[in-house]
């Protein structure tokens, strides 16, 4: 089940009555922001007990076109790793 921005801010709101919902809508955004930049920067994004963000830099390579078997040259480029914590695995993984 996917949830979207909405539905995360609808319940944010709910939990937060006291809020406006473009105050948390904007407190969102700047948080997105954020690490965004930090991760195009190259810092590693950690929220501490919940989960860590960090970019692996891919080295250029050259590769086969699968249609044409022509060998192409892949540019250097970021990747993004994501991790959970421990705590949050084990609950994913409970049996209900």
Known sequence: MPVSKSEIL?????NFPNLYKKDIN????IF???????????????????MTFE?????KRSALNP??????????????LFKFSKEWKSKINEKK
């Open 26 to 29: 904007k407190l969102f955004d």
């Open 10 to 14: 609808t319940k944010l709101s709910k």
């Open 32 to 50: 997105i922001f954020e690490v965004i930049k930090a991760l195009s920067n190259g810092y590693r994004v950690e929220l501490r007990d919940v």
């Open 67 to 80: 249609k044409t078997l022509e060998k192409v040259e892949v540019p250097e480029k970021k990747s993004l």
């Open 55 to 59: 970019t692996k830099i891919q080295k």
